[in-house]
Each structure stands twice: as structure tokens, then as C-alpha cells.
């Protein structure tokens, strides 16, 4: 028995073994298994000898975002090197949701914090686990209950995984692919009693794997489920999880401790002939050759860096690695005559410390010098000799012969003419010399020189270039005159000068010259002057033709040549005349008129030259005569335009007749335009009345309206009469003195009665003659009032000193000069003779001329006392005696020592805003003055006022002796600093006040070049070359990360890396150039490659370089076997990452996109073209159930220059013939069932469970 159960065993062994390779066996439950978050720490850096001995990591969990005050202590861990610095927390019994609900939000997250360790001189990074275990709901959409089947297909790869469960009775199973934890089997458990609806509150169990579950009937593949005894579920569901892998889980802490020392290398040149601008070449060889990039102010390719150096100068390395060796070595410089020296050439880099190289390259040499000499200007004497002294002040007893030139005592003198030079060679390097030519300022040369003072070199020849200057300047005037009787003083000539010096440009005087040409206008008697211009030059004026407009013009001096201090004159004349005509007509009118009677006129013009008949008129010396009679008319033709004329008709009115006229007066037009003059006689029978209004005194209102009543016998006249407009005979108006009023046309024999108002109460007397009479044809009529008033008054002169200079005691004479010479003898205080009366007055005496008749004038004048300081004020001085008042002429003399003071602003340096006005106060010591001097106002003896960068403040007429203070406002927040001079003092009447304040500030910007790189194919460890060029080429050295020379600079650059001018100064302009790279397929772009510095803020350069590649991917398709269908199509299905639509050819052609399908049957094949290079690919291939596949390149990458192919080969073979078509693998199945059956009735149901299932329970 025990041998049949022997080969029992070993039959069931085979079977459990066949299952192993093809399926697994399981029944029941299993026990959860471990979930574990790994920690591996690494320790990194350049220097590892501070390392802690020991670390503690503690394993935090929380929701949302990380805050270690409010996280969740799962355990506390102290690791050592004796743990390879690793450790497992394991996270089996922590709940991985928040809640029962189950999302995103509530699943936890893990964080291992590490103690911090920087006191050690590390820095520490982490990789945070992601442990992720998601159910149903957060991985997909749930479950989803349906009908139990026989078949069920699954998800066993890729992230999201399918779950299944099955209810029987009040049991459930659930199958997964992975082997879940406990907490995550609760969470299931949970999950399934939230989301499947009907589920009611059955027990779990957990099955996972592929191959066959005994318990639940069923076998599992990778891709489908078959169930046995589906129809005895009361439930089926399915969804979809999510589980991170022990990779993911993991956690990786960093420790990373690096020092860094310094490596200057220094340069130092002796001797008599070293060269100051010599560079010297250095390589810095480092022992680690992948540095790359800027350290300090070396750029290192490969653990090397060239530089070079002059003499003083010295270049350090900063940051390098702690403990890399170096090598530094010069260039050979023996064939320029130099002896090398060095220290300190090779080493090792230390943390915290920096090591020194320093090479002396010591040299000796001769040099020579050269003294040439110019002349320049327009006017030089070429044949002149000039003098020259050549003084080397190092060598007081150099007495040495070179050639024609001989020192004696470090001096030598020699003479030069235009153009000639002297070679002085073999001059010891290294001296000083001094050039020095005689003065030649008295003969009108002003000098200057280059090289006149230096150092004399073996290497770079010494020219001291000497050049004398000699300009003179002469002046021309162009003059406009207008002459004719038609000329317009209001028209513009224009006017061209041309110079054959066509440099010539500016304002020269009055005229503006642009490349030798000056363009201006002249109105007639205006002149306009060029001065200044160069001696030789020659002109030509011109003038526009204005004949067309009738003149005609003469010029003189046109053309010609300036010359050295004179003045030439181009003057041009302009005649225009015109003619017109002159009528006078005449006419009678009135029930009195005699149409045969002639009257007589005179035409008198303002011409007095013009004699002679023009047209009917005979003129001697611009006066005419003739008569006409009604109705005719006389013409004057070929005047000239612009004279005036006056026609006057003799008087008619004794006979009785009234003219009027039009046009007696006027100016005579040109162009044949007539002016006429009508004259018209009026004679009616009837008579005037004039009335007369007289002032007598020396004080009458003449501004004041007398009233008159006028009274006619016949009071049924109603009518007007010369304005004066009579009701029932009666008519009132109003006259001043001296004012008369005619009223004609009165009706002859009419009596008349005038009167005037009574003006007694004014003090006005009454005489008055015809104020009664009768109205007569040839008799007129006078009516005459007479009114007289006189009244008396006082003039008072008063004199006054002030001011802080006046004489009190000082004699002041004074003169009052009247109107009138008829007032004789003595008026109060004063005596006139012949109206003038001469006195004395001091400080605060008055003199007064009392009794002066009303209405005279006077004038006091006081004598000049301008010279003596004073200055004279007056009130009064001229003016009317009124009657009855007192005027007073008052006179102040005032005299003030005075002096002025001037503030200056200067602004210096690169970045001053001469546009800023800056503040300052000044504070005078007499807190009383509260006066404005030179438009500033001054209160309480302050004053405040601001000034631009370049301007001045004059402040005149400040009292003598007074201390002032000035104060500017503090710039310093502006970044200037000030100094001052003059600030403090006193004001002097001799002496001027000078304050000079000078502002400086000087700014510095940054310029940062980055090189950033795009595309699919660019080469990140390419090296792009940039060039630097900066506006100011004396910019030389170190500034930040670049070494200029003459304002370049020059850069090698990498994906990602950048370099940084620190320092430049503000305002000027720099170019950045990258070198082309577009042979290599790249195309650039670039921002910030021009611009100018500005103080304080960094200019940035960027250039972005992209390289795009693409190629192809093919498909290709093989059937092989004898029961291989070679007209039989397949679908491929193309996936890749890249967006788009592609062209594929060959077999068949179309476009296709990412999760596209294709078509091909044996030995077909199609490509895709233009694939980004790096596009990630897979082909998958379907329809082929009945084939066994092989595939090659079905994924990968697609890379530059290769075609990617994906070829699949199905193969099907005939199988030997059985008979029986059904599933070989349902008959291993049951065979081995049969086997198992066997196997049971000999050992035992429960021994055979116990063997089946020790593992997976």
C-alpha cells in the first residue's frame, strides 16, 4: 500500500508540476501579504570625511500636502553604515484611506524624513515613495454587476488591473492578479460593500494569479476568465484597481557634501623693457578632465582653461572640487627676450583654502623716438621753422650722441619745418621723455600734440606728433534794398549761398549752412550776416526771379572770396513802378443852385516832383487848378502808385451853398485802377445860428456839458435842424467850453431866443452876446456864452535819504521849473523868477510854494547823484497845481553796497540725469530780509531753488557783508555723492561769491548670455561658440564670468549653461553674435542680442538653437507553415506618442495616426515617413488566434538615420490528425482532474487539500 501511494505521490507531483508551467491551482483563502516602503540612502559629494555616524528616518503619513506638524508618526528608525544605510518600513497594518470614502483625496500619502545632518556640511534630496493602491471607484468608474457567464474577459498587465468578484450563498470570492495586503484586502472588502448594490454582508475570500481555482470553478489566463458553475452565483462583478510596485514604493534620500577651494594664478613683469600690455598665456590643467564650464574667471573644457594675463594682473579660479590636482604652465616666451620664474605650478585643491601660482618673466631692451611736425588750416606758412626741446628727466647727466642729435644734460634741442620729422633711436627703454615745442601763439598757430609725453619702448616705436593750426575768418553781409513806388515792405526775397566748401555746415552768424549751402529770406532794408567763415573759401549769391512780379534787380558783389578778417558785401536792389488814375467830378444840387456856374479846384499831390500834363490835368510841382460845372468831370492819368492827393473846392458857402464830397482824399492805385473824387454843392435860402460856448479862468471843468434852451418865434416848426431836432419851435443841447454848435438850414426871419442854465452855485460868472435876433439868408447868426472860473494851490517838495550807505547830513539841490514864465517873486517858501525857483534840502526837509494858479504844471527835478551810489525814486515830480489842494513832490535817495553769488551744478560720471533738478537752500544771517533778488524770494532771509546738471545761479545786488550758507539736498538715495566748495561766506560789494557743487554717480549693470536648446535632435553636449562686443573698446579685464579685450569677449557654451558680465557700466551698448550653426541643421533664435547696459539690472541675451530629425518606421509581413493562409490580411494597430497624422507607402498608402490600423497579408510592407526622431512606437498585431507570432522591432524609438522595421512572422503548421477537434488544453485538464480523482480515493480528500493549498492559504 505504501508503494501505491508512493507512486500516487509522485503522479500527483508531476501534475502539480505540468500546473506550475501552465496554470496554478488554488483554493481557499490566503494570507495577506507584506507592504513595504524600502529606504536607501546614498551618500555623494567630493568630500565624505565628515559623514554622521548614524541617521534617524522617520516614516510620515498625511492627506493633501505635506506638513510634518500636522502628519501622522507611523515609526522612527535609526539607520548606520552597518545597515548599508537601508531599511524596510513596513506599512502592512496601516490604513491606506481616510474614511470609508474612497477617492484621491482621502487615500493616503507616505513621506520619509531623514534628521537633518547640515551641521555635517551636507545637503540632503529626497525621492518620495508613491504608494498607491486605488479600488474600483478611484481607478475606474466603480463596479459593475453583471449577468454570470461563462467566459470573462480580463486585464492583467499595465496599471489599471481587473477585480473580480463572485457571491455564492453568503460567501464571496475575489480574484486579483497581485497579491494584496491585508489593509488592501479591507479595502476591497469595504469598497465592495459600498458599490455593489445587493451584496448584502457576505464573508471574503481572496484568490490571486493565473491558472485553475479549484473552489470557484474556474481557470485564469492573462487575458480571459472561464468560469464552471457560473449559474450558482447570486452575483458577478468586475472593476478595475490600481497597485504601486515595490519600485514605486520606495524612497531614496541623497546626502551630498562638496567643498571647494580657490586657484589664482598671478603674472608679475620686471626689467627695464617688459611690455605692460604683454599677454602671457596660462593652461590650467585640472586631474579631472569633466569640469567643464565657468569657475571664477577661468572656463574650463575638460578639466582645462586658457587665459592670459598681463603683468599685475592675477586670474583665480573659484569652486574647484576639493582634492582635484592641477598644473599650471606658461607659454614660451624666451624669443621675445623673456626669463621665466615660477612658484607654486602644480598642486592639490583643498576646501576652504586657495592656492597661489605665480610666474616673473623679467625682460631688458632700447626703443627709439620720433618727433614729426604738421601744419593745418587755412592759412599756414609751410616755410616756417619751428623749435623743439627733447628732455628725458630720469637722465639729468645723460650727455649722449644719436645721430644728428645731441643730449646734454636729458636735453636736446633741434628746429622742423612742415612735414619734416626726426628719428632719435637708441633711447634705454624704459625712460621718460618730454617734447616740447616753442610758442608760437603770437603768430596766430595754436598747437596741439600726440606723444608729447611717454615712456620709451623696445617693441612700440614713440611718435610725438606735433601739429600747428593757423585759421582766419573773414564775414559776408548780403543787403536787401526796395526802391520804386510799388514795392511791398512786407515781401520775403529768398536768397541761396553757395560755398565751394561743401563741409560746411552749422550756423555761421545769421545763416545756417548745410553742406555748404545756406538758404534764407530778405524783406527790403534787412541785412543778414555769416560770420566766421574760412579764409579762401569763394561764394556765390543768388537771389530768386521776381520779374515776373515786376521787379527788376541790380546786385553788386555776388561772387566773390572770404577773406581773413574782413567783412564782403553782396547787396542786391529790387525796383518795381506802377501808374493809376485820378477823376473829379461835380454836380449841383438844392432850389438855389446855378447849374452854369463854374467852381474852381485844386489838386494838390504829395509828389512835389511831378510836373507836366497827365491825361487832362496839367501838374507844376504836384499841384493842379482847374473849374467845372455841373455834370462834368476832369481825368488825371499815369500817376505814380502810392502818392496821396488831396482835392479841395473852392468855398461857395457866402453864396449859399453846402458841398459834399467823397473821395477828396486817397492814394493813387497802380495797374490803370482809377480813384475818383465827387464833389456835390447844395444851396437853399435860408440861415445859421451858431452858438458858442467859451471857459474863461484857471479852473474850469472843460469836460463839463453846458445846457442851452433855444426858442423860435414860429412854433409850428417841428423838424430837425443840423442834428437838432425843435418841438413847437423849442430845442435844448448841451455844449463844452470851447465846443460850438451850427445849426443851419434855419428858416430865414425866424427870431430866436438862447438860453443857458444858471451855473452861479459853481462859481462860474456869466457874459453872453446875440442870444437874441432873427435868422438872415446871407447873415449868420452868433450866439455867445462866456463862463469864467479861478481857484489857487500848493505844491510841497519833501526829500528823504534810505538804505544802508545813504548821508543823512548831505546837501540835495532841487529846481521847480513851472508852465509858465510869467510867475515872478515869492510863493510861500520859494522864489520864482521867470517860473523857476532853484533851493537845498537835506534828509526830512520840505520847502512849499504856496498861491500857485490852478491848472499850471510844474517839473521838480533833483540833480544826478548816480556816481555818488544813489538811486533817486520820486513821486509827484511832474504834474497839475489843483486849486485848493496841496500836491507834494516826495524824493528818495537810496544807496546800498551790494554784492553777488553764484552757484554752480556739476554733475560727473556714467550715469547722471541731466534732465534732474536739484534742491538747494540758502540761508542769509539777516533773518529780516524778506526781498527777491535776482527773481528768487528770499523769506526770512531763506531761499530755496534748484538747478540742472550745467547751469548756474546768479544772485545780484545781496547787501554787503552779510554771511550766507548753502545747502544742497541729500542725493545720496539717488545714488550720488556730492562735494562742495564755497558754500559758506560772506557777501562782498568788491568781491563775488562763487559755490560750486559737484554731483557724481556711476553705475553698473550685468549681462547674462544663455544657450538653450529645442527639438527633437539636438546634440545637448555640443559646444556653441558666442562673441561679446561692447560699444566701449577700453573695456579690458575681468568682469564676472567674462574677460574682455577691447570690449570682446569670447564664450563657449552648452545646453542649459549661461555666463554672466558682472559690472559693466551703465550706458553702454554691447552685441552678442553666436557663431552659425545652421550647416548642422540648427536654426536660431535669439532675444537680448543688442542692448545697452543699465545701472543696477541684468541685460539678458538668449539664444534658443533647435534641431528637429525625423525617419521612418516599417511594417513588414510574413506567413510561413503548410496551413499558412498567404491571402489572408492582418490588422496591425500602429500606436506612438507623437501627435498628428503620417503618410505611410508601399503596399498600400494612406495616412495614419496614433492608434491607427493597417492591413497587410504575407510578404506585404508599408513605411511611415517623417517621425519625429524619438517618437516611441508599438505595433500590435490581431486576427491571428489560430497562428503562433514571432515579432521583431514591434516596439521601440525611433532614432536619426535608421528605419525602424517591425516584422511579424505567423507560422501554422498542420497538427497530426486525432480524431478530435476539442481544446487539447480541456483534456490536460481533465486528465489531470482524473489523475487528482485518483489520487484522493488513495491518500484522502483532506491530506491532498493540505498539499494543494499550504502556499496559497
Not at 234 to 251: C, D, H, M
Not at 1051 to 1068: F, Q
Request: net charge negative.
Amino acid at each position: 500500500m505504501k508503494k501505491i501511494k508512493k507512486v500516487f505521490a509522485f503522479m500527483l507531483l508531476l501534475v502539480m508540476i505540468f500546473s506550475q508551467l501552465h496554470f496554478t491551482v488554488v483554493r481557499g483563502n490566503y494570507s495577506g501579504q507584506e507592504l513595504l516602503i524600502p529606504v536607501t540612502i546614498t551618500w555623494d559629494g567630493n568630500d565624505d570625511s565628515n559623514r554622521p555616524a548614524s541617521v534617524t528616518l522617520t516614516l510620515y503619513k498625511y492627506l493633501g500636502e505635506f506638513d510634518q506638524t500636522a502628519a501622522t508618526l507611523v515609526e522612527t528608525k535609526t539607520v548606520t553604515a552597518a545597515d548599508e544605510w537601508k531599511y524596510n518600513f513596513d506599512i502592512s497594518d496601516q490604513e491606506l484611506y481616510y474614511g470609508t470614502e474612497y477617492s484621491t483625496a482621502t487615500a493616503y500619502k507616505f513621506k520619509v524624513v531623514q534628521s537633518s545632518i547640515t551641521e555635517y556640511g551636507y545637503q540632503t534630496t529626497y525621492i518620495d515613495p508613491i504608494v498607491t493602491f486605488n479600488p474600483p471607484e478611484v481607478a475606474g468608474d466603480g463596479w459593475d454587476r453583471i449577468t454570470p457567464c461563462s467566459e470573462l474577459d480580463i486585464v492583467t498587465t499595465g496599471n489599471y488591473k481587473s477585480i473580480v468578484l463572485m457571491k455564492k450563498g453568503n460567501s464571496c470570492t475575489v480574484w486579483t492578479i497581485d497579491k494584496l495586503s491585508d489593509n488592501e484586502k479591507q479595502t476591497i472588502i469595504n469598497s465592495a460593500l459600498d458599490g455593489i448594490q445587493g451584496i448584502g454582508n457576505p464573508s471574503f475570500h481572496f484568490c490571486y494569479g493565473l491558472g485553475v481555482f479549484l473552489p470557484c470553478g474556474m481557470t485564469v489566463t492573462e487575458t480571459l476568465i472561464h468560469f464552471e458553475n457560473h449559474s450558482n452565483w447570486s452575483i458577478l462583478a468586475t472593476g478595475v484597481y490600481n497597485k504601486s510596485s515595490a519600485l514605486s514604493n520606495a524612497a531614496y534620500i541623497t546626502n551630498t557634501r562638496n567643498t571647494y577651494g580657490d586657484l589664482r594664478v598671478s603674472k608679475i613683469i620686471a626689467g627695464n623693457a617688459p611690455s605692460a600690455e604683454q599677454k602671457f598665456t596660462f593652461t590650467v590643467t585640472l586631474g579631472d578632465n569633466t569640469i567643464n564650464g565657468t569657475y571664477g574667471a577661468m572656463t574650463f573644457n575638460e578639466g582645462v582653461a586658457t587665459f592670459e594675463l598681463k603683468g599685475g594682473e592675477s586670474l583665480v579660479a573659484e569652486d574647484l572640487p576639493n582634492g582635484v590636482s592641477y598644473v599650471v604652465t606658461e607659454a614660451d616666451y624666451s624669443l621675445l627676450g623673456y626669463v621665466t620664474t615660477r612658484t607654486g605650478f602644480f598642486g592639490t585643491i583643498t576646501g576652504g583654502e586657495e592656492q597661489t601660482s605665480e610666474f616673473t618673466n623679467t625682460r631688458n631692451a632700447e626703443g627709439t623716438l620720433s618727433v614729426s611736425k604738421l601744419l593745418a588750416g587755412n592759412d599756414i606758412d609751410k616755410n616756417k621753422e619751428f623749435t623743439f626741446t627733447v628732455t628725458l628727466p630720469d637722465l639729468p647727466e645723460y650727455d649722449v650722441v644719436h645721430g644728428d642729435i645731441t643730449f646734454s644734460n636729458g636735453v636736446a634741442t633741434f628746429t622742423l619745418k612742415c612735414n619734416e620729422s626726426k628719428l632719435i633711436a637708441g633711447l634705454p627703454n624704459g625712460t621718460r621723455y618730454i617734447v616740447s615745442e616753442a610758442d608760437y601763439t603770437l603768430d596766430g598757430y595754436v598747437t596741439t600734440s600726440t606723444g608729447a609725453e611717454g615712456t620709451i619702448s623696445e617693441t612700440e616705436p614713440r611718435v610725438a606728433a606735433f601739429v600747428n593750426t593757423r585759421n582766419t575768418y573773414g564775414d559776408l553781409k548780403v543787403t536787401k534794398t526796395l526802391e520804386g513806388n510799388d514795392t511791398s515792405i512786407d515781401q520775403e526775397f529768398e536768397f541761396i549761398v553757395t560755398l565751394n566748401n561743401n563741409t560746411i555746415d552749422g550756423i555761421y552768424g545769421g545763416m545756417l549752412f548745410e553742406s555748404g549751402e545756406a538758404t534764407f529770406t530778405l524783406k527790403g532794408g534787412e541785412t543778414i550776416l555769416a560770420v566766421g567763415l574760412p579764409n579762401g573759401v569763394t561764394y556765390t549769391v543768388t537771389e530768386e526771379d521776381y520779374s515776373l512780379q515786376g521787379y527788376e534787380t541790380t546786385k553788386t558783389g555776388d561772387t566773390g572770396a572770404i577773406e581773413g578778417n574782413q567783412e564782403k558785401t553782396a547787396a542786391f536792389t529790387n525796383t518795381r513802378n506802377t501808374y493809376g488814375r485820378l477823376i473829379v467830378y461835380k454836380s449841383v444840387a438844392g432850389n438855389a443852385a446855378d447849374a452854369t456856374k463854374k467852381f474852381d479846384f485844386t489838386v494838390t499831390l504829395s509828389d512835389k516832383t511831378i510836373t507836366g500834363t497827365y491825361g487832362k490835368m496839367t501838374f507844376n510841382e504836384g499841384v493842379a487848378t482847374f473849374s467845372l460845372a455841373d455834370g462834368e468831370w476832369l481825368p488825371a492819368s499815369g500817376l505814380p502808385n502810392g502818392i496821396t492827393y488831396i482835392v479841395t473846392e473852392a468855398d461857395y458857402s457866402t453864396d449859399g451853398y453846402v458841398t459834399t464830397k467823397t473821395g477828396d482824399t486817397g492814394t493813387i492805385v497802380g495797374g490803370d485802377f482809377a480813384v475818383a473824387a465827387f464833389f456835390t454843392n447844395t444851396r437853399n435860402a435860408a440861415g445859421t445860428l451858431t452858438i458858442a460856448k467859451n471857459l474863461a479862468g484857471n479852473d474850469v471843468d472843460i469836460a463839463k456839458e453846458f445846457e442851452f434852451t433855444i426858442t423860435l418865434s414860429d412854433t409850428s416848426i417841428n423838424e430837425t435842424y443840423s442834428d437838432l431836432f425843435f418841438t413847437e419851435g423849442v430845442a435844448t443841447l448841451k455844449l463844452r467850453g470851447g465846443e460850438i454848435k451850427v445849426i443851419e438850414g434855419l428858416p430865414n426871419g425866424v427870431q430866436y431866443i438862447v438860453e443857458e442854465a444858471d451855473y452861479s452855485a459853481l462859481g462860474y460868472t456869466t457874459s453872453k452876446e446875440g442870444d437874441t435876433g432873427t435868422i438872415l439868408e446871407n447873415a449868420p447868426q452868433y450866439a455867445t456864452f462866456t463862463n469864467t472860473r479861478n481857484s489857487y494851490g500848493t505844491l510841497t517838495v519833501l526829500k528823504t535819504t534810505a538804505g544802508n550807505a545813504a548821508d543823512s547830513n548831505k546837501d540835495f539841490a532841487f529846481k521847480v521849473t513851472l508852465g509858465t514864465t510869467a510867475i515872478s517873486g515869492t510863493y510861500g517858501d520859494m522864489t520864482f523868477n521867470e517860473g523857476v525857483a532853484t533851493f537845498i534840502l537835506k534828509n526830512g526837509e520840505s520847502v512849499s510854494a504856496e498861491g500857485l494858479p490852478n491848472g499850471i504844471t510844474y517839473t521838480v527835478v533833483e540833480d544826478y547823484y548816480g556816481l555818488e551810489g544813489y538811486i533817486t525814486t520820486k513821486v509827484n515830480d511832474i504834474g497839475t497845481i489843483v486849486g485848493n489842494s496841496e500836491v507834494i513832490a516826495a524824493f528818495t535817495n537810496t544807496r546800498n553796497a551790494e554784492g553777488s553769488l553764484t552757484i554752480y551744478k556739476i554733475l560727473e560720471g556714467n550715469d547722471v540725469d541731466t534732465t534732474k533738478e536739484f534742491g538747494f537752500t540758502i540761508t542769509l544771517s539777516d533773518t529780516n530780509i524778506n526781498a527777491t533778488f535776482s527773481e528768487l524770494d528770499f523769506i526770512n532771509g531763506v531761499a530755496t531753488f534748484t538747478l540742472k546738471g550745467g547751469t548756474s545761479k546768479v544772485i545780484e545786488e545781496l547787501p554787503n557783508g552779510i554771511g550766507y550758507t548753502i545747502i544742497e539736498a541729500d542725493y545720496t538715495g539717488d545714488g550720488y555723492t556730492t562735494i562742495k566748495t564755497g558754500d559758506v561766506g560772506t557777501i562782498s560789494e568788491t568781491v563775488s561769491g562763487a559755490a560750486v557743487f559737484t554731483n557724481t554717480r556711476n553705475t553698473y549693470g550685468d549681462l547674462r548670455v544663455t544657450k538653450t536648446l529645442a527639438g527633437n535632435a539636438a546634440d545637448t553636449t555640443k559646444e556653441f561658440v558666442f562673441t561679446i562686443t561692447l560699444s566701449d573698446s577700453t573695456v579690458n579685464g575681468i568682469y564676472g564670468g567674462m574677460t574682455f579685450n577691447s570690449g570682446v569677449s569670447t564664450h563657449i557654451l552648452k545646453a542649459g549653461e549661461w555666463v554672466t558680465a558682472v559690472g559693466l557700466p551703465n550706458g553702454i551698448t554691447y552685441t552678442v553674435t553666436e557663431d552659425d550653426y545652421s550647416a548642422d541643421g540648427y536654426v536660431t533664435t535669439k532675444t537680448g542680442d543688442t542692448g545697452t547696459i543699465t545701472g543696477g539690472e541684468l541685460a539678458l541675451a538668449e539664444f534658443t538653437n533647435t534641431r528637429n530629425a525625423y525617419s521612418k518606421l516599417s511594417i513588414r509581413k510574413t506567413v510561413t507553415g503548410d496551413k499558412g493562409e498567404i491571402d489572408e490580411y492582418f490588422t496591425f494597430t500602429v500606436n506612438f506618442d507623437a501627435e498628428g497624422s503620417y503618410e505611410y507607402t508601399g503596399s498600400n498608402s494612406g495616412t495614419i495616426s496614433n492608434g491607427g490600423e493597417i492591413q497587410l497579408k504575407d510578404g506585404e510592407e508599408i513605411t511611415i515617413h517623417d517621425l519625429p526622431v524619438g517618437t516611441t512606437y508599438s505595433v500590435t498585431e490581431s486576427d491571428n488566434d489560430s497562428y503562433k507570432v514571432s515579432a521583431t522591432g514591434d516596439s521601440g524609438v525611433i532614432e536619426e538615420n535608421v528605419i525602424a522595421l517591425a516584422h511579424f512572422t505567423n507560422n501554422r503548421e498542420k497538427l497530426p490528425s486525432t480524431g478530435d477537434n476539442t481544446n487539447i488544453y480541456l483534456w490536460i485538464g481533465i486528465m489531470g482532474l482524473s489523475l487528482l480523482g485518483i489520487v484522493v480515493m488513495l491518500f484522502g480528500k483532506k491530506t491532498v487539500f493540505k498539499m494543494l493549498t499550504k502556499d496559497k492559504i
